[in-house]
């Protein structure tokens, strides 16, 4: 059986790779990913690990055909014997032998079981090697994100630095005139502290988003495109928690190898118990040599030499066995293959109920994450207008420093979790494909189509219309 996304991980593959894109050049989405399949660590040793247990098809099914041996030997004995009446006697002897053996199982049912177990282990091995190749789908796109989110609160924090910079400035300019206090001063040049510190934090969170990129695709990589504003946030579809629980439990590919799992440790069972039952197989042999080799030599047989002529063997039949007692090995791997049954029953039941959590709490999530971009939007509008109200109050001497520093704290607390928002929603998505089985390259396809390389995140973390809805806003 054929991992199931393969032909997909083919098709995106078909495009030129390139070895390692020019550090001016921002990558997509569909870069890294393509980057991911090609040097990704963990998706070779996949790979290489589907490929050995589908060996064990083969090899299983080997016990079931014939089996054909050829045989030769060619020996030289020297005999000394101390006889009383004729002294000592020495002998040489020359003996050779060829034989032929061809055996064919007519009944082996723990034979017959372990080619089922081997075919249900390697269809297993088939979905774990597709769930790994959709969860580098995944984790392309998370550690994509990541490096798009760090880079907003960088964005962010390097505004709120300078935003509060300038507030410092003024609360100085203010007490040089005598319109302030020292307190002012202080309070601002706390509050630009902060921001500082917080800015020397988002760089290195960028640093470490980046770091991570490297390890995913054995690429150093500078710069990746942004993801548009306009990209549509919407419920998901169908917007029924029942619909995607249903789809999981059909198509969860982790939830149908544990079905295969379950498949094998039955196979298996069988296997053991089938050791207590008779074999049947027939033979045939055919052996030339000498007398002596082939054991003829002083039986008594009529006019028969006693060495060095030649002899012929050919035996045909059929060999029954029929075990009744092996100290009690059978019984105790029956009990074991019982167990690994029961363990393999239990751990499915564990996945389903653990799929239906994640489908029903993804679906919830979405659902959220769209309300959460709509309001964390308007958040920002309303700090916004919050903001310059506040700042003019200060300005006339109805509000005060403190005020206007946690207003604008309010803002750019608004603008990360506006962004937080936006990602969240695109990578819980996602996981709600892939718990549901429906997460292939063609979920990366659609998301690249929003992406554009002239992202600046000093400019672009921010949506387009922020200033003109503000505006509005505070003339209501």
Known sequence: MRPLYSLLLAGLLVAPVQAAPADHHPSGLLDIYRLAVTNNAELAAAHAAYQA????????????????????????????????????????????????????????????????????????AALELSATEQALILQSAEVYFAILRSQDNLAASQAEEQAFQRQYELARERFNV????????????????????????????????????????????????????ELPVQPPRPNDAGAWVDRALADNLQLRAMDLALEAAQQDLRTRKAGHAPTLDAIAQYQKGDNDSLGFANRGMQGSPTYNHHAEQAVIGLQLNIPLYTGGATSSRVRQGV??????????????????QNARNLHRAVNTDVEQVQARKQSIISSQSAVEATQIGYEVGTRT????????????????????????????????????????????????????????????????????????????
């Open 178 to 229: 005598g319109l302030s206090d020292k307190t002012d001063v202080l309070q601002a040049q706390a509050a630009y502290d902060t921001a500082r510190a917080n800015r020397m934090q988002a760089e290195q969170q960028v640093a470490d988003a980046f770091q991570a990129l490297e390890t995913l695709t054995d690429h150093q990589l500078h710069a990746v495109q942004g993801i548009r504003h």
């Open 53 to 124: 247990r589908s060996e064990n098809v083969p090899q299983a099914r080997a016990g079931l055909l014939p089996q054909l041996g050829l045989g030769a030997s060619n020996n030289s004995s020297r005999t000394t014997v101390d006889t009383r009446e004729l002294g000592e006697q020495t002998s040489k002897r020359h003996t050779y032998s060829y034989q032929a053996s061809l055996s064919q199982p007519l009944f082996r049912l723990d034979r017959w079981y372990q080619l089922k177990t081997a075919q249900a282990d390697s269809e297993q």
């Open 339 to 356: 167990h690994q049954l029961h363990n393999a029953e239990y751990s499915k039941e564990g996945l389903r109920r653990q799929t239906v």
């Open 401 to 476: 420093i403190v005020d206007v520093l946690d207003a604008q704290r309010q803002l750019y607390a608004a603008v990360r979790n506006y962004n937080n928002a936006r990602y969240d929603y695109i990578l819980n998505h996602l996981r709600l494909q892939q718990t549901a089985g429906s997460l292939s390259p063609d979920s990366l396809k659609a998301l690249n189509e929003y992406l554009y390389p002239d992202y600046d995140p000093k400019r672009d973390f921010l949506p387009p219309d922020l200033e003109q809805a503000a505006a509005e806003n505070l003339r209501r």
